[in-house]
């Protein structure tokens, strides 16, 4: 079993940053990926940027890229979400996951990708 908390999460100004944090814990491997998802209300969740322990590859959903930034850190197992120039369409609950073992390239954007899921961190930004 994994076990992942998230914090990091609140309100902020339409422009302003937050930096989100996901900490695995748990039978974790050394190869592994991890994402961030969001999901409005009223909307289906939605892949936000995912990262691999080992290779460099990040991708990112086309409504983030620029402003968000994934990076990682592997000593602590512990993913950073770090969001800025804000905007009130980001408001979601933001969801981290976990899949042990290898990169799967572009399905890293699936849900079904994942096994492990956080609880989720509420992002609020106002106009």
């Known amino acids: 079993q994994v076990q992942l908390v998230e914090s990091g999460g609140g309100l902020v100004q339409a422009g302003g940053s937050l930096r989100l944090s996901c900490a695995a814990s748990?039978?974790?491997?050394?190869?592994?990926?991890m994402g961030w998802f969001r999901q409005a209300p009223g909307k289906e969740r939605e892949f936000v940027a995912a990262i691999s322990s080992i290779i460099s590859s990040t991708p990112y959903a086309d409504s983030v890229k620029g402003r968000f930034t994934i990076s990682r850190d592997n000593a602590q197992k512990t993913v950073y979400l770090q969001m800025n120039s804000l905007k009130p369409e980001d408001t979601a609950v933001y969801y981290c996951?976990?899949?042990?073992?290898?990169?799967?390239?572009?399905?890293?954007?699936?849900?079904?990708?994942?096994?492990?899921w956080g609880q989720g961190t509420q992002v609020t930004v106002s106009s």
């Open positions: 996951a976990f899949r042990p073992g290898f990169w799967m390239g572009n399905r890293q954007k699936e849900e079904g990708m994942y096994a492990y």
């Open positions: 748990g039978r974790t491997s050394s190869s592994y990926a």
